[in-house]
């Protein structure tokens, strides 16, 4: 059974960088042919896709983030991460790891981490 | 504003049947791009509900059915059930956006 965990700093300065990862359990993160991903949620509000990275290493970010984000992998961690630089109170949200099963436009969230709650402030 | 519009709330009582609409254009669900539902009951992460327009994953029970035509999909839930009061998203592919995108969220209340 996949199990994936983000872990990062709860609280960030305006105009910082936000940095999570997400751990996966229970499989090789470089094996399988899937799409590792970053979702927010606003308090409130509904789901915004940020961006993937596909087992190979490429990426995808949503054009709207597409300037301020970096996601990464790092399998001998069996671990990706999620970078969103110069950050305003607007990126505060509770932020989901999942995995992307699929290919390209036809692709399906079937795993999900628990989410982590980030909160821009001073 | 989303790209999908749902409708932002529903309600039916126990044993009834209920749909949630899932407005696209032809960027998105018009363009042949599949549909996924998923459930998000009070904070948990979503659930994966329905892929591929109208498929189940193992373990969703069969009240639960997906369907599309042209710009638009729905998601039904027959036989209403209290643990079923949830937020429902549907999520697509945007080819003018370059991006995956999902509905504003649908909360059904049992009543």
């Known amino acids: 059974q996949v199990q994936l965990q983000e872990s990062g700093p709860g609280l960030v300065k305006p105009s910082q960088t936000l940095s999570l990862t997400c751990t996966v359990s229970g499989g090789s993160i470089s094996s399988g042919s899937y799409y590792w991903s970053w979702i927010r949620q606003p308090a409130g509000k509904g789901l915004e896709w940020i961006g993937r990275?596909?087992?190979?290493?490429?990426?995808n970010y949503n054009p709207s983030l597409k300037s301020r984000v970096t996601i990464s992998v790092d399998t001998s961690k069996n671990h990706f991460s999620l970078k969103l630089s110069s950050v305003t109170a607007a990126d505060t949200a509770v932020y989901y790891c999942?995995?992307?099963?699929?290919?390209?436009?036809?692709?399906?969230?079937?795993?999900w981490g628990q989410g982590t709650l980030v909160t821009v402030s001073s | 504003q989303s790209v999908l519009t749902q409708p932002p709330s529903v309600s039916g009582a126990p044993g009834q049947r209920v749909t949630i609409s899932c407005t696209g254009s032809s960027s998105n669900i018009g363009a042949g791009y599949d549909v996924y539902w998923y459930q998000q009951l009070p904070g948990t992460a979503p659930k994966l509900l329905i892929y591929g327009n109208s498929n189940r994953p193992s373990g969703v029970p069969d009240r639960f059915s997906g369907s599309k035509s042209g710009t638009s999909a729905s998601l039904a839930i027959s036989g209403l059930q209290a643990e079923d009061e949830a937020d429902y998203y549907c999520?697509?592919?945007?080819?003018?956006?370059?991006?995956?995108?999902f509905g504003g969220g649908t909360k059904l209340t049992v009543l």
């Open positions: 999942a995995r992307g099963l699929g290919w390209s436009g036809y692709l399906r969230f079937d795993y």
């Open positions: 999520q697509s592919y945007d080819s003018s956006l370059s991006a995956l995108v």
């Open positions: 990275i596909y087992t190979s290493g490429s990426t």
